[in-house]
């Protein structure tokens, strides 16, 4: 489960060069080539969607307005990315992670805000460095009962540690914030390891999220844009499991 997280780890220097070598802003512009026309119409429909809201709400609150915009298109960019098996997504979910945090802790959504940072720390970082994550990017299957039930018990420990966690805070909703956070931690287990199975748990967390800030809106913190971007979530997990060329339809690599 965690052999990607060591590889990188050992392989640090080598990787770290290996991300800026020549050509590399090149090669990361020819990443969003080739992806299926809903991919583009999902990124160009999910703009407009986030100019509109900027629009809305520019003159209440501009600063999370902004980071709100910037997050919410590169987000949708990145999640696109991934199920293109891109190599974009790194990137774009990195500076994605940064905007979407900050926006969630002004807005006291505090499961996304930590969501984001989780996807930072330990995935977005992985994979800009994982080279398995770069070039001819091969999409794996869970193989075996074992194999579930190890994420399985992941995800036990993982929203026992942030049900615990949430507890000692001032939050709200420690149940679903918490639960919420459990299930992205676990998807981001899986997508570092390239296990098609992830779009079971980040079709949920689209779900849960979606209704999560609509609460926040209700609670008159919340921002249009994010709600916008996380809705353009769901409908990309739909084509992940749906498309000819995605996850569930594609060529699945055998495990070394």
Not at 136 to 161: H, N, P, R, T
Not at 172 to 197: C, H, Q, W, Y
Request: proline share 2%; hydrophobic share 50%.
């Amino acid at each position: 489960m965690f052999e990607r997280y060591q590889d990188v780890l050992t392989h640090l220097p080598e990787y770290s060069r290996n991300v800026f070598r020549k050509g590399y802003f090149k090669w990361l512009l020819n990443q969003c080539k080739g992806w299926g026309y809903f991919s583009y119409f999902l990124l160009a429909f999910n703009f407009v969607l986030q100019v509109i809201s900027l629009v809305h709400s520019f003159s209440q609150t501009p600063v999370q307005s902004l980071l709100a915009f910037v997050g919410g298109n590169l987000s949708v960019a990145c999640v696109i990315g991934i199920s293109n098996l891109s190599g974009i997504q790194g990137w774009c979910g990195a500076i994605s992670a940064i905007c979407i945090a900050a926006t969630g802790f002004m807005a006291k959504n505090y499961a996304t805000a930590w969501e984001q940072i989780g996807y930072l720390i330990f995935l977005d970082i992985f994979c800009i460095l994982d080279p398995k994550w770069n070039d001819d990017i091969q999409a794996e299957k869970l193989e075996s009962g074992l194999e579930w039930l190890k994420y399985g018990l992941f995800f036990v420990v993982a929203w026992s540690c942030t049900y615990t966690i949430f507890s000692f805070t001032n939050d709200p909703r420690v149940f679903l914030d918490s639960l919420n956070l459990a299930m992205a931690i676990t998807g981001a287990l899986l997508e570092l390891n390239r296990k098609r199975e992830q779009y079971y748990v980040f079709t949920l967390t689209s779900i849960f999220t979606i209704a999560l800030w609509f609460q926040t809106m209700l609670q008159g913190d919340g921002n249009f844009a994010l709600i916008f971007s996380y809705s353009v979530f769901f409908l990309n997990d739909m084509y992940a499991f749906f498309s000819k060329n995605s996850w569930f339809r594609g060529e699945v690599s055998k495990k070394a």
